[in-house]
């Protein structure tokens, strides 16, 4: 009985010390699932992180994308408004060559102007030099015109007043060393019927 309780007690011995192994190797296995599961937790939260900043990334890309259109249209733009500035400086050149054309021809005129200017003067002056050949015959044209005067006073004239006028229009002719022609000057007669419109201006024939 007594070997035999001694082997129970050294079988139960046994078992405990199993058991006590079993409760070790327990342990264990239970810790490393502890760092098995904090790992992945840490892990997990690293992939957290890692989603978080490829998200920043993608929003990052998408606004440089963004950025990047923009400085395209405003390139575009920036062709498109050159290409106005270009144009407008070729219709400002075309406008300057124009105008310088216009120029030359303005001077060609003006050229042409100052030629007939010239011998509109040397006209004007052959025909000074031909008053004064004119002034020679004056004395005949005096004597002619004061006949001329007495007939047209003896005809056309009865009261002293418009012989007078006569007298005095034929001596600022003849002091003036004015044409006879002057009389039928529209502006000298509406001169004349301005100042006496009853007084009848004589013609250069004597007749009115």
């Known amino acids: ?61 998408v606004d440089v994308r963004k950025t990047a259109r923009d400085e395209l249209y405003s390139s575009h733009e920036a062709i498109a408004g050159l290409g ?30 100052v030629a007939l200017a010239v011998d509109v003067r040397k006209t004007a002056r052959d025909e000074l030099y031909s008053s004064h050949e004119a002034v020679a015959g004056l004395s005949a044209s005096v004597a002619l015109a004061v006949d001329v005067c007495k007939t ?19 001596q600022m002719t003849v002091t003036e060393l004015q044409p006879f022609s002057t009389v039928d000057n529209n502006g000298f007669r509406e001169f004349v019927h301005g100042l006496d419109p009853s007084y009848i201006i004589p013609s250069r024939t004597t007749s009115n």
């Open 1 to 61: 009985m007594v070997a035999l309780a001694r082997s129970a007690t050294t079988t139960r011995h046994d078992d405990l010390y199993s058991s006590h192994e079993a409760v070790s190797r327990l342990d264990a296995s239970v810790a490393l699932a502890v760092d098995v599961r904090k790992t992945a937790r840490d892990e997990l939260y690293s992939s957290h992180e890692a989603v978080a900043g490829l998200g920043a990334s993608v929003a990052l890309a």
């Open 84 to 113: 106005a500035s270009v144009a407008l400086a070729v219709d400002v050149r075309k406008m300057v060559r124009d105008n310088m054309y216009a120029s030359h021809e303005a001077v060609s005129g003006l050229g042409v102007s």
């Open 152 to 170: 047209a006073r003896d005809d056309l004239y009865s009261s002293h007043e418009a012989v007078a006028g006569l007298g005095v229009l034929l």
